[in-house]
């Protein structure tokens, strides 16, 4: 038997995600299970070159600590308003926001957390859009301890997709 304690629900805040946090609020009810809600902000300072000098950039890296709190805050902010959309009675946690990787942010999340499922919205690219973006997604699905369902946003009931058109478009 399948026992769900805790669903993590990664959200990059896009469409995708949205669709996903249906499938995650759904599925921790029907189990009773707690649902964490975790935003990773990719961490430009990661990116930034140091041209071999140890500081790209004067004065850049000093700012930085106050940087991430004034993010922080903002996003922990739009998790508030997010988990307060979620229907009644689901037991979301608070939101966590992590800097890093998003694909390893996740991965240390679901495993120092002890998820048992991690539910998240893939945007389902394919060919070379894929190849240059790459997809957490399916990073995370292939890496994680735990079980992972992943949700095409274009696949939600009401979605308009080629073979599922919206209800106002008459056709002749």
Same mark, same amino acid.
């Given at each position: 038997?399948?026992?769900? *304690? ?10 995708? /995600?949205? @669709?996903?946090? /249906? ?20 961490? /430009? +300072? ?5 041209? %071999? ?20 805050? @903002? ?15 689901? *037991?979301? @946690?608070? %939101?966590?926001? *992590?800097? %890093? ?24 690219? +394919? ?10 997604? =399916?990073?995370?699905?292939?890496? /994680? ?23 106002? =478009?008459?056709?002749?």
């Amino acid at each position: 038997m399948v026992n769900l *304690k805790r669903i993590l629900f990664p959200t990059d805040f896009s469409e995708c /995600a949205d @669709a996903a946090a /249906a499938y995650a609020c759904d599925l921790a009810n029907r189990y009773d299970a707690e649902l964490l809600v975790l935003h990773v902000i990719h961490d /430009a +300072t990661l990116d930034v070159p140091d041209f %071999g000098m140890g500081l790209a950039f004067p004065g850049y890296l000093e700012n930085i600590p106050q940087r991430r709190k004034e993010i922080t805050s @903002a996003v922990q902010q739009s998790l508030d308003l997010l988990i307060s959309k979620f229907p009644e009675g689901s *037991k979301a @946690a608070n %939101g966590h926001v *992590k800097f %890093g990787s998003p694909i390893s942010e996740i991965l240390e999340f679901a495993e120092t957390q002890n998820i048992d499922l991690i539910v998240m919205g893939t945007h389902g690219r +394919t060919g070379f859009s894929h190849a240059i973006l790459g997809s957490v997604a =399916e990073r995370v699905l292939r890496h /994680a301890q735990c079980a992972v369902l992943t949700i095409r946003g274009d696949q939600v009931d009401g979605a308009a997709t080629p073979d599922n058109k919206n209800d106002d =478009e008459t056709s002749d």
